[in-house]
């Protein structure tokens, strides 16, 4: 199978480095920068059970020759409109797109401008960072890839796609319900970035503060309701599950968005909190705390 990684921060550099050592044909698509710094450095990747080195296969969007298999795409959301152009090239009739961006937005994005057939769901949960030299950093142990039919249908293609991520050695899973999974996902990331953006500290700081729970709670359960009239079926023990990790203090957590913004650099704003009120708008709710939220980050952007 023909892989194309759109981007190699710390998630495309950690996965698709993973099908790499796996004998899959994997080529990361990358901006001028990254290429220099992969031609000369490699991609490395630094894990707790130690350093990894290889020689990755990389092209830059101009050089792109010939249709892919697959093209998972792992940039910000926010740089996704670029992205579609630079991958249009590879993008053949039998193409599968896999998308592992944050929020949900980009889906329906993508198959306006690729067919409903040529998108799939994906998602990946890993602790991973990139380091001051651009290795990929992974903090935990943690590297789960999901994917599946956005449909529930997983038929041949998406068993060949199947076939082709489990011999990588992370922890593929091969979902029917990969929508539910993505809405569930999503709740938790914007749950603890709008926490953790707002208040500007991780959830212990967050909880140890009076008022603090009730905060968490408050936005918790706007989210909830507004992804439910969305089309989100809510289940109860994945939900409760989700409140009960991001509410205990004994383990403290951050957001992507609050680290990227406590570095000052670009945000999701629009795609992970911004979405969330316009479906809100839609579905004639109120969300006083996501609105709040929502015009932090904007004052935030203004001022970079």
Not at 32 to 55: D, H, N
Not at 167 to 186: G, Y
Not at 232 to 242: E, G, M, N
Request: proline share 3%.
């Amino acid at each position: 199978m023909r892989i194309l990684i759109a981007g190699a921060g710390a998630t495309g550099g950690y996965f698709g480095a993973r099908l790499a050592q796996a004998g899959q044909d994997v080529t990361f698509l990358v901006r001028e920068r990254r290429f220099l710094q992969l031609q000369e450095k490699g991609l490395v990747l630094q894990t707790p059970a130690g350093t990894e080195m290889l020689q990755p296969q990389l092209v830059q969007a101009a050089s792109l020759n010939g249709h892919y298999d697959l093209i998972i795409l792992t940039v910000k959301s926010f740089a996704l409109e670029q992205v579609m152009d630079d991958i249009a090239p590879a993008v053949g009739p039998q193409t599968l797109i896999m998308p592992i961006l944050n929020g949900m937005r980009h889906i329906e994005t993508l198959q306006q401008r690729f067919g409903h057939d040529a998108v799939i769901g994906g998602m990946c949960k890993i602790n991973a960072t990139l380091g001051d030299n651009g290795e990929v950093i992974q903090m935990t142990a943690l590297h789960q890839l999901y994917y599946g039919a956005l449909d529930g249908n997983n038929d041949a293609r998406l068993q060949r796609v199947d076939a082709a991520l489990r011999d990588a050695q992370v922890d593929t899973r091969f979902s029917n319900n990969i929508m539910d999974e993505l809405w569930e996902k999503w709740l938790l990331l914007s749950t603890l970035g709008a926490v953790c953006c707002l208040a500007r500290g991780d959830t212990r700081q967050v909880l140890q503060s009076r008022g603090g729970e009730a905060l968490l709670q408050g936005i918790y359960s706007e989210i909830l309701t507004v992804i439910s009239a969305a089309g989100y079926q809510p289940r109860p023990a994945v939900t409760a599950k989700i409140f009960e990790l991001l509410n205990d203090p004994a383990t403290p957590m951050t957001s992507s968005m609050y680290r990227d913004l406590r570095q000052g650099f670009d945000i999701e704003a629009d795609q992970i909190i911004g979405d969330l009120l316009l479906r809100a708008r839609h579905s004639g709710l109120s969300t006083p705390l996501l609105n709040a939220v929502y015009v932090n980050l904007q004052v935030y952007l203004q001022s970079r």
